[in-house]
């Protein structure tokens, strides 16, 4: 005679349902989940003070567009110096980061916006005793010093004008880079981009010492770029709010360059 096996329902329902949380804890996204933003001080586009949180025209387009707009959730921001803005979104400890130029070098390690955020023009900033106070060709500058900040862009119209570069690290490299002017440790002070260098001159009160002189050539284009580790159709999603806001994020830069 045989038995009857008698399945323990019970049981299997408890298991099931134990499977079931183990799968929403690794697949459900919670509503707390954060796109981790990652700047650096970029006045006034991106306006960073000691022990408060980043301002600027990138924050405002960010709190409109991407969260309003967008519907994307939290933003967790992260600040840091721009070497380290762009470590952190190559190891995948960012999401993305504003105003980012263009070389080869960063194409293999980042995932670039189709449309530039911003077009600028580069400045190079001289102590107002410099010989030069308009550079109407790139000639000009050739066989300077020039300060610059560690990582940045150096654009391919300085190749073969026999230019140093000398690099600054840290946070106040454009402070130290104006400072190393003052003193005679360069020539001038190289920046990617001209609005950036106007207002912190400015805001320094150090028009009456250095002149910003505008740099001929190609406008530089500034992206946001995305860590490669970036789901695909997150990408796109932000790809798209992007290129569709490109004339918004220009609106709410207006009133801080006035």
């Not at 300060?147 to 862009?153: C, K």
């Not at 990408?235 to 801080?256: I, K």
């Amino acid at each position: 005679m045989h038995g009857i096996c008698v399945w323990p329902w019970g049981m299997l329902w408890g298991c099931g349902m134990r499977w079931l949380a183990v799968w929403m804890a690794m697949w459900w996204v919670p509503s707390a989940w954060a796109l981790v933003v990652g700047v650096y001080e970029l006045s006034p586009h991106v306006i960073v003070e000691e022990r408060k949180e980043p301002a600027g025209a990138v924050v405002d387009f960010v709190n409109e567009v991407v969260v309003r707009h967008g519907g994307m959730g939290a933003i967790e921001w992260r600040v840091a110096n721009f070497a380290r803005c762009l470590r952190e979104l190559e190891n995948g400890q960012m999401d993305m980061v504003f105003l980012v130029a263009k070389n080869p070098q960063r194409e293999k390690l980042f995932r670039y916006a189709s449309t530039p955020l911003f077009l600028t023009r580069s400045a190079v900033v001289v102590r107002k005793s410099h010989p030069l106070s308009r550079v109407g060709a790139m000639e000009q500058l050739r066989g300077l010093t020039l300060g610059h900040a560690h990582a940045s862009i150096i654009p391919a119209y300085f190749d073969g004008l026999d230019i140093r570069f000398q690099s600054i690290s840290g946070d106040d490299y454009f402070n130290r880079g104006l400072k190393m002017l003052e003193l005679g440790r360069h020539d001038a002070y190289y920046a990617p981009t001209l609005s950036n260098a106007q207002y912190l001159v400015k805001r320094m009160g150090g028009t009456q010492q250095f002149n910003v002189l505008e740099l001929p050539g190609d406008a530089l284009g500034l992206y946001v770029v995305f860590s490669k580790t970036m789901d695909e159709n997150m990408y796109s999603r932000m790809d798209t709010l992007l290129r569709d806001n490109v004339a918004r994020y220009r609106d709410l830069l207006g009133p801080y360059i006035r």
